[in-house]
């Protein structure tokens, strides 16, 4: 038969069908389609790991559950019972005496000074040399720092000139003894060491 009269011949090399299905007549997949087919197939979707927890959270997690309302109340009036059964002890054993003043802001105000006014050396005797707590009194005068920024708006006139009174009366004699350790030291020291910071004035 002539080269010209040969008829075609037309071969299907699809491997799937117009549905996406495998053909059941197609050649075997080789092992460069197999990696081309599964390259083409998109990658699972991977999920985000779940957000980190905030740091009020995370710390929130941490604390005791909160009481209940009728906890609450109930602890409140043992306190109240027990502290009434206590200052009729000490009336009764100390005839005359005054009544404990009751504790109110002021109350608290001036009980957080006169501490730190003794972590200051205040509360030295007479002929000894004064014990100061510097760490501790800055600690307590914080406190008192951040009463004032809780309490902003809420106080009375009274109250907010004790607190800031108070306030500043502490921060000063902090800043007193604070210069006046910082001279003791630099005396004591022959060599101070140059460029090194200093509070001394």
Known sequence: MPEQNKPFVITDRRKFT???EPRPDAAPSSE??????????PAAPVEPPPPAPEPETAHEENLPPAPTAEQAEQANNAYQATSDRLDTAIRASNPGADHPP?????TLIQ???????????GAAQEGQPP??????????????GILAEKTKGNLT??????????????????????????RSAAAKSPNPT?????IVR
């Open 18 to 20: 117009l549905d996406g």
């Open 111 to 121: 009980s957080v000074y006169m501490s730190t006014l003794m972590q200051l050396g």
């Open 131 to 144: 014990q100061v707590d510097i760490l501790g009194a800055r600690q307590s005068i914080d406190m008192l």
């Open 32 to 41: 460069r389609d197999e990696h081309q087919t599964t390259a083409a197939q």
């Open 157 to 182: 006139p009274s109250e907010q000139r004790l607190l800031d009174s108070a306030l500043f009366e502490l921060r000063m004699a902090f800043l007193e003894i604070t210069q006046a350790l910082a």
């Open 102 to 106: 009751a504790m109110n802001f002021e």
């Open 194 to 198: 140059p460029g090194k910071p200093s």
